[in-house]
């Protein structure tokens, strides 16, 4: 069974940075290589949105309020997938999920807490 397991999310001020991991278990590396990872995150009373994907042939995409402060990458020795958000602001507070895709298939984390103190 495939799981998804976040780390990362804290309290932080604004104009900070955070490191997002999410490691994938359940499935071989070669799998894993296959994989679209993502990162999404919902805000209270919000919808879940993307916040940035990037597949196995190295492609990469972000949302439009990115604005170049996040970077999205993976470790595929270590079924891992990173976010790194620079720049942070209060409108980034949200819980953060990683997801696998592969296919039809779409596997979630349990997700992880981002605060950003202004």
């Known amino acids: 069974q495939v799981q998804l397991v976040e780390s990362g999310g804290d309290l932080v001020q604004a104009g900070g940075s955070l490191r997002l991991s999410c490691t994938v278990s359940?499935?071989?590396?070669?799998?894993?290589?296959?994989?679209?990872m993502g990162w999404y995150r919902q805000a209270p009373g919000k919808q879940r949105e993307s916040v940035a994907t990037g597949t196995s042939g190295g492609s990469k995409n972000y949302a439009d309020f990115v604005e170049g402060r996040f970077t999205i990458s993976r470790d595929n020795a270590k079924k891992t997938v990173y976010l790194q958000m620079n720049s942070l602001k209060p409108e980034d507070t949200a819980v953060y999920y990683c997801?696998?895709?592969?296919?039809?298939?779409?596997?979630w984390g349990q997700g992880t807490q981002v605060t950003v103190s202004s």
């Open positions: 997801v696998a895709q592969i296919g039809s298939k779409f596997y």
């Open positions: 359940g499935t071989s590396g070669n799998i894993f290589r296959v994989f679209t």
